[in-house]
T-cell receptor, first 115, second 113 residues
Framework: EAGVAQSPRYKIIEKRQSVAFWCNPI?????LYWYQQILGQGPKLLIQ????????DSQLPKDRFSAERLKGVDSTLKIQPAKLEDSAVYLC?????????????FGQGTRLTVV | QKEVEQDPGPLSVPEGAIVSLNCTYS??????FMWYRQYSRKGPELLMY????GNKEDGRFTAQVDKSSKYISLFIRDSQPSDSATYLC?????????????FGRGTSLIVHP
């Protein structure tokens, strides 16, 4: 079974530029998460999708961050414009079931550096 | 006060030692309790999860939950250098038919030969 795929692995941009990250979850997984992990901290949930609907986006800075999940499969996370404090690893995860707890499978993440 | 508190370490132990990792939480509505392991430059991977208070064992790993004290622990027996990683506790809240996971900041563990 293929894992969660993310691209790019690394990205360096200047502040005020835009950037987009892509995630392809494990086939058949209904739930998709985007997390932000700042160095030395745990992952912080930005947005959670159930199929192509949003379950929770309360911690997504909506003035600069946006995310979509097309046809309930792939997802993109965009930052526009980027700030220095957005430097972090952006992790995508997916899980197979709705309602009952199931394991979240993580991708390797995209390491963003804003200079 | 954060919902999930976890000492960042680092915790350095000799090979073969018993390791104890802990988290405290403030929200009594958390239902599932999980431990993830994260190697450097990798995504987290689930080690164990539990729902109720008590102990759950899986090989060298034991997860313990005390809901009355809002305290969870992960014990690693006969620790190995390959156990060197960051250990993240996580807890999930039910919301809209799904579960919203919240992570601690992670404890860095170093097992030296």
């Amino acid at each position: 079974e293929a894992g969660v795929a993310q691209s790019p692995r690394y990205k360096i941009i200047e502040k005020r530029q835009s950037v987009a990250f892509w995630c392809n979850p494990i086939s058949g997984h209904a739930t998709l998460y985007w997390y932000q992990q700042i160095l030395g901290q745990g992952p912080k949930l930005l947005i959670q999708f159930q199929n192509n609907g949003v379950v929770d986006d309360s911690q997504l800075p909506k003035d600069r961050f946006s995310a979509e999940r097309l046809k309930g499969v792939d997802s993109t996370l965009k930052i526009q414009p980027a700030k220095l404090e957005d430097s972090a690893v952006y992790l995508c995860a997916s899980s197979p079931l709705r309602g009952a707890y199931t394991e979240a499978f993580f991708g390797q993440g995209t390491r963003l550096t804003v200079v | 006060q954060k919902e999930v508190e976890q000492d960042p370490g680092p915790l350095s132990v000799p090979e073969g030692a018993i390791v104890s990792l802990n988290c405290t939480y403030s929200n009594s509505a958390f239902q599932y309790f999980m431990w993830y392991r994260q190697y450097s430059r990798k995504g987290p991977e689930l080690l164990m999860y539990t729902y109720s208070s008590g102990n759950k064992e899986d090989g060298r790993f034991t997860a313990q939950v005390d809901k009355s004290s809002k305290y969870i622990s992960l014990f690693i027996r006969d620790s190995q250098p390959s156990d060197s990683a960051t250990y993240l506790c996580a807890m999930s809240l039910p919301s809209g038919g799904s579960y919203i996971p919240t992570f601690g900041r992670g404890t860095s563990l170093i097992v030296h030969p």
